[in-house]
């Protein structure tokens, strides 16, 4: 599991992050954002404003910038968290998967780009 948006985590962090992943061998990721549950301590901070989660548009562009550098054969099996409405408090457009993928998919198209496209092999 790759969670995108962990507290106190900037994009160079999920960059080094995702190329790390990149490179350890593993056949297959989920990639998913960071989902503030109830009644967890995550929602305690959430709601007193010590922790923020990623807005979709910015989480959308992360999943591009990953897929770009892990490599081309590596299976993935998720881009978006799911959960029901009675047990997420944020973020709200995790509600909206189909939206989100397409998103993901627009952009990657837009980019004229697709998974593995910035895939380095590791150097021995």
């Avoid at 959430?46 to 081309?72: I, Q």
């Avoid at 299976?75 to 998967?97: C, N, Q, Y």
């Amino acid at each position: 599991h790759l969670i995108l948006g962990l507290p106190g985590e900037s994009r160079t962090h999920i960059m080094k992050t995702v190329g790390q992943v990149a490179t350890c061998g593993v056949d297959g990721i989920k990639i998913h954002q960071l989902v503030v549950y109830k009644d967890t301590p995550l929602e305690t901070d959430y709601r007193t404003g010590k922790l923020t989660v990623l807005d979709e548009d910015n989480y959308v562009e992360l999943v591009a910038d990953s897929l770009e550098l892990l490599p081309p054969h590596m299976v993935i099996m998720r881009l978006v968290a799911e959960g029901h409405k009675d047990e997420i408090v944020a973020p709200t457009w995790s509600f909206h998967k189909d939206r989100v993928l397409n998103k993901i998919n627009h952009i990657l198209t837009d980019r004229n780009t697709h998974q593995g496209i910035r895939y380095r092999t590791p150097q021995h």
